[in-house]
């Protein structure tokens, strides 16, 4: 495989990715980076993922001084993905300790602190406790994850209603939306409907639980709640930016749907005010969270984001400086689209004006960054589909262990097998005397992958969606698993190449990608999202873009900045480029292979439809 790479910042190296550090699934392990100067303020970002939470420290110029995670729970059962608020904070505040030892930072020299997490559900009493969201009572489990898909069929309700509402989501809730969630727990856990005081987006909760102010984001209430951000686009600005009266609320689309009991007390239960992410909340850390953390208390606090979005903000801004009017800087990062690529992808890009793109979540105001509207395409499995489709092959184990033995990840020596594979083809084609080498990617024309295995979260908008694997044998090599593992990488693109397109055919105008997360350390991984998007993908300098996003919240809360844009100037920082191939054959295979990857899915529509009809008759 050729990385065809260059290094926009010569400072950069590029990056050997490990086990460690693709599955996100270590004990608190701690990171030491290069020393790097400590002058000046020091931004403390916080990140809750899926697996862990992390922490970061990041100098003014947007350098990564330390990191360090630490493991959270998951519950597990079917469709219902669990985990308790009391277990995240602990692992926040070990990770901040050990992030402030390893980059030996004083509390006292943090300025800030930005959080950022999963858009999952929180539920906790009038005393701030947490209140189980699990039909095993278990009252740990007061989380319901974004994963969590038990409320398909309250999804369908509502999307029932054809509420005005729903045009700005896209045209339908998905089942991972906060509202199909809370109507499930209306229907099915009465009594702990009953006893919630607060219902709360993990990230609100965190800056709720850090410094008491139950100020809700935008990017919260408008991307996961329905609320309307742009009932306040004439009211203020961003640098005047203040708590504000949530007007946002469609009180009849929450009692059409059956939660009309959440309007009461002027939407308390779900948030009487909101703010622009980064606004400065109550008086900072309180005394309690402070000492918990290892900081001073008052230390400012920025409105969070949810963990994608503030990858958006953390690498958006990532590109070469070029000399641009203020006019053409405002139009060129309409043109950028965000890869935010973990357990699940996500595709963010902004514009001036709103954008409705069926099958698409948004538009949303100031979800991202302030004053822009934010359209947001995702696949719901990305390095969950690479993992389950690891563990569960017989070959994995053998891979696992040799692996470990070389201390490298699975991922890299399926990458080394690949080439392998690779390079034989090559000397069998000389042998031969063909005309022109194979290249690497054609090593899965006899094997496709629908990577629905979790449904379509964009662009088709299809929760029922299943995944399709076309050319299995019984073959269980390890050859094999890595033509899965590669052909997998390639669905995943060709999903994310069907985004872009669906979205520039409803108007916006994307031409350049930025892509950032665990999975943008396999060079594979990049390498085939550009030779199938046809776009160069930039990288950014720092790995830990959430983490810097996140820590940017805090920055301009700290009144460092004026606003979140020229923060992300300041901090973001591009890397290494990874441009797509120049080679004809490999654009016609990928657009043939297009062709075949949209055909699964009219094929799989059309099968249901004849299963239904079939059944129907029973």
Not at 109 to 121: D, I, K, P, R
Not at 185 to 212: C, I, P, Q
Request: net charge negative.
């Amino acid at each position: 495989m050729t990385d065809r790479t260059t290094f926009p910042d010569s400072r950069n190296q590029r990056h050997r990715f490990s086990a460690v550090e693709m599955t996100d699934r270590t004990t608190g392990t701690a990171y030491p980076l290069t020393p790097r100067s400590r002058s000046g303020p020091i931004f403390l970002g916080v990140d809750v993922g899926t697996a862990s939470a992390r922490a970061a420290l990041f100098n003014n110029n947007g350098r990564l001084l330390g990191s360090a995670n630490s493991p959270i729970q998951i519950w597990k059962d079917g469709d219902c993905v669990e985990q308790s608020s009391t277990d995240i904070w602990h692992a926040i505040c070990t990770a901040v300790r050990s992030a402030c030892s390893i980059a030996n930072i004083k509390g006292d020299q943090v300025v800030s602190v930005g959080f950022a997490a999963t858009c999952s559900l929180v539920a906790i009493d009038c005393d701030g406790e947490p209140v189980t969201v699990s039909s095993t009572g278990d009252s740990r489990r007061n989380v319901i994850m974004w994963m969590d898909h038990r409320a398909v069929k309250q999804a369908d309700r509502i999307n029932s209603s054809k509420s005005p509402v729903l045009e700005y989501c896209g045209g339908a809730v998905s089942p991972e939306m906060q509202t199909p969630k809370l109507l499930w727990v209306k229907e099915n856990l009465k009594e702990s409907w009953t006893m919630t005081f607060r219902w709360m987006d993990l990230s609100d909760w965190l800056s709720y639980r850090a410094t008491g102010d139950d100020t809700r984001s935008l990017c919260t209430t408008v991307c996961k709640w329905t609320y309307l951000g742009h009932a306040h686009m004439q009211q203020i600005n961003e640098i005047d930016s203040r708590d504000m009266e949530a007007l946002g609320w469609d009180d009849d689309f929450w009692e059409e749907i059956g939660l009309g009991d959440l309007v009461d007390s002027h939407h308390s239960k779900i948030g009487r005010s909101v703010a622009f992410p980064g606004h400065a909340l109550g008086c900072g850390l309180t005394p309690d969270a402070a000492k918990e953390l290892g900081l001073l208390a008052g230390t400012p606090v920025g409105t969070s984001l949810i963990d994608a979005h503030a990858g958006g903000v953390g690498v958006l801004e990532s590109v070469p400086v070029e000399p641009e009017s203020i006019e053409d800087d405002e139009e060129a990062i309409c043109h950028r689209m965000v890869l935010v690529c973990g357990t699940s992808n996500c595709h963010m890009a902004i514009s001036k004006t709103k954008l409705f793109i069926p099958g698409v979540w948004g538009p949303f105001w100031s979800a991202m960054v302030p004053e822009y509207w934010l359209t947001e395409g995702g696949q719901s499995a990305t390095g969950a589909l690479l993992d389950y489709l690891m563990e569960n092959h017989v070959a994995s184990q053998g891979l696992a262990n040799r692996a470990a033995s070389r201390s490298i990840s699975t991922f890299e020596l399926m990458n080394e097998i690949l080439e392998k594979m690779h390079m034989n083809e090559i000397l069998e084609s000389m042998k031969q005397q063909e005309v022109g080498s194979p290249f690497l990617a054609a090593l899965t024309k006899d094997i496709q992958v629908l990577p629905d295995f979790h449904g379509n979260r964009s662009p088709i908008a299809d929760p029922l969606s299943k995944g399709v694997i076309y050319g299995l044998t019984i073959d269980t090599s390890e050859k094999q698993l890595a033509l899965l593992y590669l052909a997998t990488i390639q669905g995943l693109a060709y999903g994310t190449r069907h985004i872009i397109e669906h979205c520039n055919e409803k108007g916006h105008k994307i031409d350049t990608l930025l892509a950032c997360g665990g999975l943008t350390k396999n060079p594979l991984f990049i390498q085939e999202h550009a030779d199938i998007t046809g776009y160069p993908i930039t990288l950014p300098r720092e790995n830990e873009s959430v983490l810097l996003g996140a820590a940017i919240l805090g920055a301009v809360a700290s009144k460092k900045y004026p606003t979140v844009r020229q923060a992300m100037k300041a901090l973001n920082a591009p890397g290494r480029v990874v441009y797509p191939s120049h080679d004809p054959k490999v654009k016609k295979y990928h657009d043939t292979k297009y062709r075949i990857f949209r055909d699964l899915y009219e094929q799989q529509l059309s099968h249901r439809a004849m299963l239904k009809e079939a059944l129907s008759d029973v």
